[in-house]
């Protein structure tokens, strides 16, 4: 029985060191930019943009990173204002491939092909990265996982 209330202590003790010593952080994304989904009623994505910023800002957020898929702006170009929007409220955008490729149907070398796609409009757009954007390494990861073997 003492051992057991020991290794209960012990248990309890690393439980509590652990915790306090580790830090966390969350970061807040928006992907998809500069649309997702169907618009409210009404609503341009521009206001939409708008009502976002605001919320964010009036929450005093920390900086929240917009994460652009470029492909959406061929058949709109008019939302490109999004982006501007995004880069005018101080946010950072960051790169969610050109089109939104998924990671089961695509190669790696499709996806490291989509992601160098998105980088032209993240440019215009006087986003400066130093290396790869956050989800493209994410991207890129994710795509050599899957060219990986899988683990037996
Ligand atoms: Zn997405």
Request: hydrophobic share 45%; glycine share 4%.
């Amino acid at each position: 029985m003492i051992l057991f209330r020991i290794l209960c202590l012990a248990f309890l003790c690393n439980f509590a060191f652990a915790s306090s010593a580790v830090s966390q952080q969350v970061a807040l994304t928006i992907d998809d930019l500069p649309s997702h989904g169907a618009l409210p009623p009404g609503m341009t994505r521009a206001d939409v943009a708008k009502s976002i910023l605001k919320t964010l800002q009036d929450a005093h957020a920390p900086k929240v990173y917009g994460f652009i898929n470029a492909k959406k702006l061929e058949e709109h170009p008019e939302d490109m204002e999004v982006l501007k929007l995004w880069r005018s409220a101080g946010f950072p955008l960051g790169n969610h491939t050109y089109a939104h490729l998924s990671l089961n149907a695509s190669s790696a070398d499709d996806f490291d092909q989509n992601v160098a796609r998105d980088e032209p409009t993240l440019n215009k757009l006087d986003v400066v990265m130093e290396g790869p954007t956050v989800a493209a390494v994410t991207v890129r990861v994710a795509a050599l996982l899957v060219t990986l073997p899988p683990v037996t």
